[in-house]
């Protein structure tokens, strides 16, 4: 499996993990177990590959095997760009549901 691949998967277990995480820690970002794993897996994916291509270190090495620094930084980095997204996802929506109630 190449590297890239391998990254997109961390950051999309990590950004799902993240996205839940921030849902139980706070209801107001609530969207639902199902939509809260979803949005963060797209956050996460989307914000690891950004934070990859402004620290290209977190890319890996070709040819290294296994760097748990990589891996780290992509868990982290889909984890928290995951929580983030998930969060703005569940303001807005729940902005909007306020708003159509008053």
């Known amino acids: 499996m190449s590297e890239t691949l391998i990254n997109l ?3 999309l277990f990590a950004g799902a993990a993240g996205g839940s995480g921030v849902a139980k820690a706070n209801k107001s970002f609530d969207l639902g177990p199902i939509a809260n794993a979803i949005i963060g897996a797209l956050g996460g994916a989307g914000g690891g590959s950004i934070l990859t ?4 270190a977190l890319a890996g090495a070709a040819g290294n095997g296994f760097d748990i620094a990589v891996f780290a930084g992509q868990l ?3 984890g928290v760009s995951g929580a983030i997204v998930t969060a703005i ?12 109630r008053a």
């Open 9 to 11: 998967i961390i950051q």
């Open 53 to 56: 291509s402004l620290i290209p």
């Open 76 to 78: 982290v980095g889909g």
């Open 89 to 100: 996802v569940g303001l807005i929506r729940n902005a909007l549901v306020q708003k159509q």
